[in-house]
């Protein structure tokens, strides 16, 4: 009777409460074709060949990219001989560094987010103020608190270190390189106020040679970052698993709770609507609401890196890309206003999103526990009328989640982890030499 | 206070109003008598359109088959304005009646509370009775008028779009309702979560309604509404509208590449349309100033990217460049219209 009497409660419960419906087990790994189908799209093995970049005609080379790597790993391209891209790019943390401000020569505004899967973004930086990879990657080489170095030093360090590699990748360098008794070190359009008095008292000739040297540097550190590839994590077993019948298998990959959070992430939590696709990231610009890093110094994200990009010497628009101008459509019809822009920071890619902690785009949150806190209940932006041109968007609704739901999506989070790779040359994770001054 | 005076007052009231309804009354069925034709009706010119143009040495030159069309296009979609406008009329007329009977009933609450009722009342309530029993009629006359100049707006814009392909033939490869190519990947086109404070509070999240039931065909796993954005039923999604202020005729035609077929768009990628101007006589409208706008009802977001008109590739017809659509769901597509000084718009509901 009791029994019963239960049976008849949990029914009622069920009816009641059908957003605290308890899977059973078997039924939380059972996945129509239909399910199957829809989950494949997240699949790393579907995600395909980074998309065509017809501004740099060395993005798929792979002698440029070996180069890239090169200079990837090359603390010597740096004002004190201690940062590398990899510094912060550490290949044995998903190319991030586990830290909320990286630590070049000084200190960055914001994270060093991972370059896995970075060649599938048209935009780069949080606040996509770049336009391609090869632009970004020399952003940092020239900045006083990264690499720390000026234009002019980069381009006859590059000289100086790589002259075969670099002249057989882009043609003879005697003739295009300018005569650097005459050049006062440091210059760059960028940096301080010598540099910046130095680069201008070069003339135009060597100024554009100076310019070719840097960016034929930042496209073979594109070429490299192509290169780049994700073994498959459990999830992606998972999937593959289901795909071929194989329950056993399947079931050892993702635990119950994964599952459960799995089906929260794609459904309730609504985490897909912009972590979609193999990378987990629509690539776009949203504002939900994190904790401003600075109250005295806004980040004002996408609005911010819409109007650097207008100004930007590196785009796809530039004599220095090699694309035409009919191919430079996301420049050409760039979105520059709009209420939505402001304070919008890219959606990250959430491949290995459990071992790069800290998250969001200045280390807001140490945890994934205090992220999903954050989407349960989130906070409106912050807003400074005098620092905001207008009231920051606000792009997420309250998911008013149970406990239990979010240690679900969690633990579903961890089994986007890919295994570090043994023998990936691109990807040197155990070889500590190569982090060493490349030969 | 002179209740006699009161209701003397209203009768008579009623009464003048009683003629002022018949009329309309009148007026309103005689219209709808009529709009039941006019598309056959004002069809007839153009049949005969085309046979004139081929015997014609006589000037003026006779109107082409396109532009008297567009021109019957253009007749029936003032009906329908005509049409929305008494059933405005109507509308405004039962909100009267409504009222008035309210107030009569605040009258007679009040005469009961001074206890000298008697006839007086009676007359009252009488004026109720009757005056309530015309609000319900003028409601349906109104509902009627309005469904009937609906129905017009659609025979204008089925006369509209044979006019633009009489007029613009070679550009005009579909004529249908513009949709995501297959290539896309229905499944991967998701809505996201993007609805906040600027929507009305009483609107209810329509992502997350939606997700308690929809689980998509034959899935268990629960995925967000794609397109549930409280696209309101029986939204208009016709790739040919007529402008704001009704000067002009609109077409938008997506360019095919090679990887969509006419009247497919893709998702996230920067693709092209033609945008086909004309006056209601069939004219194009050349060389107009156009501003390009973009944004989803249920996002408050806009267009990832800003469209432009990049040229003018034929008398009327725009080539626009720049359009990306980054997710599935309602679309409004705005076109800002300046020409000859003056200012219009047309707007493009889409459904992706």
């Known amino acids: 009777m009791l029994r019963r009497a239960v049976s008849v409660c949990t029914l009622i419960l069920t009816i009641l409460l059908p957003g605290t419906y308890a899977w059973a087990e078997d039924d939380l790994y059972q996945f129509t074709p239909a399910d199957i189908e829809f989950l494949s799209q997240f699949n790393i093995g579907n995600l395909g060949t980074p998309p065509e970049a017809p501004d740099n005609q060395w993005a798929d080379n792979e002698e440029a990219a070996e180069f890239g790597k090169a200079l990837f790993f090359d603390r010597r391209l740096s004002k004190n001989q201690q940062v590398s891209c990899s510094h912060c790019h550490q290949p044995e943390q998903y190319f991030t560094d586990g830290l909320a401000h990286s630590q070049g020569i000084g200190q960055t505004r914001r994270s060093a987010p991972t370059i896995l899967g970075i060649a599938y973004s048209p935009w780069l930086f949080w606040d996509g103020r770049k336009d391609s990879l090869w632009a970004q990657a020399l952003a940092p080489m020239e900045h006083p608190d990264e690499h720390g170095l000026s234009r002019a030093e980069l381009a006859k360090k590059v000289l100086e270190y790589y002259p075969q590699q670099y002249s057989k990748l882009f043609g003879k360098t005697e003739s295009e390189q300018p005569d650097w008794d005459d050049v006062d070190f440091p210059a760059s359009p960028n940096g301080s106020e010598t540099a910046l008095e130095n680069w201008e008292d070069l003339d135009q000739e060597d100024q554009k040679a100076i310019n070719r040297i840097f960016t034929n540097m930042g496209k073979s550190l594109m070429a490299y970052q192509r290169m780049l590839t994700l073994p498959p994590a459990p999830f992606d077993g998972f999937i593959a698993a289901l795909k071929d019948n194989q329950m056993e298998k399947a079931k050892e990959l993702m635990s119950p709770s994964q599952i459960r959070g799995l089906r929260l992430f794609m459904g309730k939590a609504n985490c897909a609507s912009c972590h979609n696709g193999p990378l987990f990231t629509n690539h776009e610009f949203h504002n939900i609401g994190v904790p401003e890093a600075n109250t005295e110094h806004v980040d004002l994200g996408r609005y911010e890196g819409v109007n650097l990009l207008r100004e930007d010497e590196f785009t796809c628009l530039s004599p220095f890309s090699d694309a035409s101008k009919n191919e430079c459509k996301e420049m050409r019809f760039l979105k520059t206003q709009g209420p939505e822009l402001v304070g919008a920071i890219k959606t990250p890619t959430l491949r290995n999103i459990a071992a790069t902690s800290p998250y969001m785009q200045a280390g807001q949150f140490d945890t994934l526990q205090q992220v999903l806190n954050h989407y349960n209940k989130p906070s409106p932006p912050f807003y400074d009328r005098k620092q905001h041109p207008s009231r920051p968007h606000f792009d997420v609704l309250p998911l008013n989640l149970q406990e239990s739901d979010l240690q679900d999506i969690e633990a579903f989070l961890h089994s986007l982890t890919s295994p570090l790779p043994k023998d990936d040359p691109w990807w040197p994770v155990e070889d500590k030499q190569v982090t060493q001054n490349h030969p | 206070m002179n209740y006699g005076l009161i209701a003397i007052n209203s009768i008579s009231r009623l009464s003048n109003r009683r003629g002022n309804l018949s009329r309309l009354w009148l007026l309103a069925s005689l219209v709808l008598a009529t709009i039941s034709a006019p598309a056959t009706v004002l069809a007839a010119p153009t049949a005969s359109g085309e046979d004139h143009h081929h015997h014609s040495d006589k000037t003026p030159p006779p109107p082409t088959k396109g532009s008297l069309l567009m021109q019957n296009a ?19 007329h039962a909100t009267m009646l409504r009222k008035e009977v309210s107030n009569l009933r605040s009258k007679v609450r009040k005469l009961k509370a001074s206890k000298n009722t008697g006839d007086m009342e009676k007359l009252l309530q009488e004026t109720i009775t009757q005056l309530a029993s015309q609000v319900t009629p003028w409601q349906a006359l109104a509902g009627n008028l309005r469904a009937e100049a609906d129905k017009l707006k659609g025979e204008s814009q089925q006369i509209m779009k044979q006019g633009f392909i009489s007029i613009w033939q070679p550009w005009i490869k579909h004529e249908g309702k513009l949709a995501l190519s297959s290539m896309s990947g229905e499944t991967m086109a998701m809505a996201h979560n993007v609805q906040v404070r600027s929507m009305s509070p009483s609107v209810p999240n329509p992502t997350m309604e939606k997700m308690k039931q929809d689980d998509g065909e034959s899935m268990s796993i629960n995925r967000m509404a794609m397109s549930g954005q409280s696209i309101p039923p029986g939204l208009e999604t016709s790739s040919f509208k007529v402008s704001r202020n009704q000067d002009i005729f609109g077409h938008i035609e997506a360019i095919p590449d090679d990887n969509t077929k006419p009247g497919e768009l893709p998702l ?77 718009s047309i707007t493009f509901n889409l459904v992706l």
């Open chain 2, 74 to 92: 253009s007749n029936v979609w003032q009906q329908a304005v005509a049409l929305e406008d008494q059933s405005g009329e109507a509308i405004k």
């Open chain 2, 268 to 344: 996230n990628e920067i693709h092209q349309w033609y945008l086909i101007l004309s006056d209601t006589d069939g004219q194009p409208i050349h060389d107009a100033k156009v501003r390009v706008e973009g944004h989803m009802p249920g996002h408050v977001h806009g267009l990832p990217t800003q469209p432009e008109i990049v040229e003018e590739v034929s008398p009327g017809v725009y080539r626009v460049d720049g359009i990306k659509f980054q997710m599935s769901g309602w679309w409004v597509m705005q076109f800002l219209v300046n020409h000859q000084d003056e200012e219009d």
